[in-house]
């Protein structure tokens, strides 16, 4: 039996899947902050370009891929399907395992799959830079990846811990020609608000986003560009499912499970997004969801419409949140303290067709430290939560399961958080209930 399944160049997907026409209910549209009312293409113009506009409502099931956007995936893509024979035989279990390793891209992660698109997109209109937030440093990189290969800026706002956690995310950045501020930044009126109020923050995914569309909005050569949550984003994300379900056909397998780690939820919607019909036909595999307990999103947070950001610019989207104002504690998995959730996903929870679950960070990194040993890789601290429940998974499983993870990315510029792992220093930190219930309340009130 083969260790890696490889898909012929040739035999990339030429489509991306659009979920959006099989959602039954249809998903809750956005709504203009002011008005409270569904918001129009128009308003969202000021940050996007209309390309990316048009594929957030598109009623087209499948969307092309434009030639130069999947010339510069051929850089890395069809990315391999790995069966983790070794990962197995140390858990002593007769499931089989399989990953889909998305470390393998420029940046080393899942995030240039949209990033490429969104550069490609803005490119066409005009826009001469794209700013961002990062969490992790993975998307802020692949964006920065992206903007060079069509000759544009890039501005990125790191999330401040991460930035202090992890300076050669910052290195890598700076080396494609971006440039990146930790934020809280005094560059913007969002971020002075909050180091007024404490000089010392350690930022949030919310906070970098406001400071990010700020920007964008109040320079007329520049655009917004979001890694995650958005329909287009985990649009673009389903590269990674489609050649999932050509390479099981190659091996002759049928999946049982598939799990992904989960922050705004754009690695694991673009894993799961293309086996959804079947399991609305009631045949689909089990959908597995794992998120931190510091930021338990989808596990602990209530379905409704909320801000995207703190300063509370962005559109409101119905989805699983715990606050827009909710400041989660500084675990290394900068990628998962995103306090909303996809739209598409939350839906999908909301729905039954997607489980959930989470773990505290010591026994994340324990899983790292065991696949690593025998698989030979390095997990990302956000991939950790997935590699956790799948040996969770593996362990419970009848002979012959096949489980199907998104290996999101590699962790290589974690080591920090390896380090403090192994010297025994990591901090099991479960979310503040009464933070969670504070920045419930500041939810918006809305009558959809
Ligand atoms: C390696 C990695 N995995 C997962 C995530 C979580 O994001 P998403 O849920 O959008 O895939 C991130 C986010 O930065 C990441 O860097």
Redesign the pocket.
């Known amino acids: 039996m083969d260790y890696r399944i490889i898909l012929p160049e040739k035999d990339m997907p030429k489509q991306w899947f659009n979920i959006l026409p099989d959602l039954s209910p249809p998903l809750a549209p956005p709504l203009d902050p002011a008005t409270g009312q569904p918001l129009g293409p128009e308003k969202l113009a000021t940050i996007f370009p209309m390309a990316v506009i048009e594929q957030e409502m598109s009623p087209h099931r499948w969307i092309d891929i434009p030639q130069p956007v999947w010339d510069i995936y051929r850089l890395y893509r069809p990315t391999p399907l790995v069966r983790a024979h070794r990962l197995e035989a140390a858990l002593g279990t007769k499931a089989r395992i399989y990953y889909k390793n998305e470390?393998l891209s420029p940046a080393?992660?899942?995030?240039p799959n949209t990033a490429i698109a969104q550069a490609y997109y803005n490119k066409m209109e005009g826009v001469r830079r794209l700013t961002t937030e990062?969490?992790?440093?993975?998307?802020g990189t692949a964006l920065s990846f992206a903007c060079k290969m069509f000759g544009m800026q890039c501005t990125v706002y790191m999330v401040r811990c991460s930035y202090e956690q992890k300076p050669y995310r910052g290195v890598l950045i700076r080396s494609y020609g971006a440039e990146v501020f930790p934020s809280p930044s005094p560059r913007t009126a969002a971020g002075r608000a909050v180091l007024a109020e404490n000089p010392d923050s350690g930022g949030s995914l919310g906070l970098a986003i406001s400071e990010a569309v700020e920007d964008a909005a109040t320079h007329e050569d520049a655009k917004y560009s979001l890694?995650?949550?958005l329909n287009h984003?985990l649009l673009h994300?389903t590269i990674t499912g489609l050649e999932t379900q050509k390479q099981l056909a190659m091996a002759g397998e049928k999946p049982d499970v598939l799990v992904?780690?989960?922050?705004?939820?754009?690695?694991?919607?673009?894993l799961i997004l293309p086996f959804v019909p079947q399991k609305m036909a009631g045949k689909g595999p089990r959908l597995v969801a794992v998120e931190p307990k510091a930021c338990p999103t989808l596990t602990k947070g209530e379905f409704r419409y909320d801000y995207g950001d703190m300063a509370k610019m962005t559109p409101l989207l119905k989805m699983h949140t715990l606050g827009s104002g909710y400041f989660p504690p500084p675990i290394h998995?900068?990628?998962?303290r995103?306090h909303g959730d996809?739209p598409i996903l939350s839906h999908l929870v909301n729905q039954g067709l997607v489980e959930s679950t989470s773990y505290f960070q010591t026994e994340v990194f324990e899983a790292a430290r065991f696949f690593l040993q025998n698989e030979g890789f390095l997990p990302?601290p956000?991939?950790a939560h997935a590699v956790k429940a799948v040996m969770d998974v593996a362990r419970k499983s009848d002979p012959g399961t096949v489980i199907v993870f998104l290996y999101?990315?590699?962790g290589l510029l974690d080591l920090g958080a390896y380090d403090a792992f192994n010297q025994g220093n990591l901090k099991d930190d479960e979310f503040a209930e009464e933070d969670i219930r504070k920045a419930l309340a500041s939810c918006p009130q809305v009558g959809f």
Do not use: D, R
């Open positions: 470390s080393g992660s899942h995030k990062t969490g992790a440093g993975q998307w890694g995650s949550v984003v994300q992904g780690c989960v922050g705004g939820g754009s690695n694991f919607g673009g998995a900068g990628g998962l995103y996809a990302a956000e991939t999101s990315g590699h």
